[in-house]
């Protein structure tokens, strides 16, 4: 049996036609939200390879296991330097660790958060911004119903895929979100199939569109 998001996203004649039907994606809640947004921001703006290999490093200061934001805010700076994270991004961790234990963070308590509500707490953290608050609510939280608009793939492959023109981001944003409405509440799932989509070679991309 087809997932219920793909028979919803099917009214999108031109979305459905990149989505694999027979390999369906699918999203999962995972616990401990502060380590992974610990994560987000290590791997900010680097390869996949070299993000895990810096997380690696930063479980390791804790004998392997995941940490607690009191634990990473005892660790000196120079330590979590030392892992291969910037100067800002070290900040931006312990800022994370000090806004777990001022503010919260648990789970529990984001769980009964709208989206819009989790996007409005946590960007107050100082190296926290939308797009890594809406990675969060996707592949941490489990939200079916994230649009991630900012997202330079996303923008890519709906700019393939609709033929959007891309001189005027304010005008390319707002058909962006007149298409994704239709999509309502199984976002995620297109976004994560628009990815999947971009890292397919281009000639086939372009085969695929013009059967859309």
């Not at 999203?27 to 401990?32: F, Q, S, T, V």
């Not at 990473?72 to 700076?77: G, K």
Request: proline content about 3%; hydrophobic content about 40%; glycine content about 4%.
């Amino acid at each position: 049996m087809k997932p219920a998001y793909i028979k919803h996203l099917g009214s999108d004649l031109k979305l459905i036609s990149i989505i694999d039907v027979k390999s369906p994606v699918t999203i999962a809640k995972r616990p401990n939200v502060f380590i992974h947004l610990c994560s987000s921001i290590m791997s900010q703006q680097l390869s996949t390879a070299v993000a895990k290999v810096i997380f690696k490093r930063f479980l390791q200061l804790y004998s392997g296991e995941e940490s607690t934001s009191a634990q990473v805010l005892d660790t000196p700076f120079e330590t979590l330097r030392g892992i291969g994270l910037s100067n800002a991004k070290t900040r931006y961790v312990q800022n994370v660790a000090r806004f777990a234990i001022e503010e919260g963070m648990e789970d529990g308590r984001l769980d009964k958060m709208t989206n819009e509500e989790v996007i409005d707490y946590l960007t107050k953290i100082k190296g926290v911004g939308k797009w890594t608050t809406e990675m969060l609510l996707m592949f941490t939280l489990g939200r079916e119903d994230v649009f991630a608009i900012d997202d330079l793939v996303i923008q890519q492959a709906m700019c393939r895929l609709y033929k959007l023109k891309t001189d005027d981001k304010k005008k390319l944003k707002a058909r962006m979100l007149k298409i994704s409405e239709k999509w309502r509440p199984y976002r995620t799932y297109a976004c994560m199939h628009l990815w999947l989509w971009k890292d397919i070679k281009p000639d086939v991309i372009k085969k695929t569109a013009s059967a859309g």
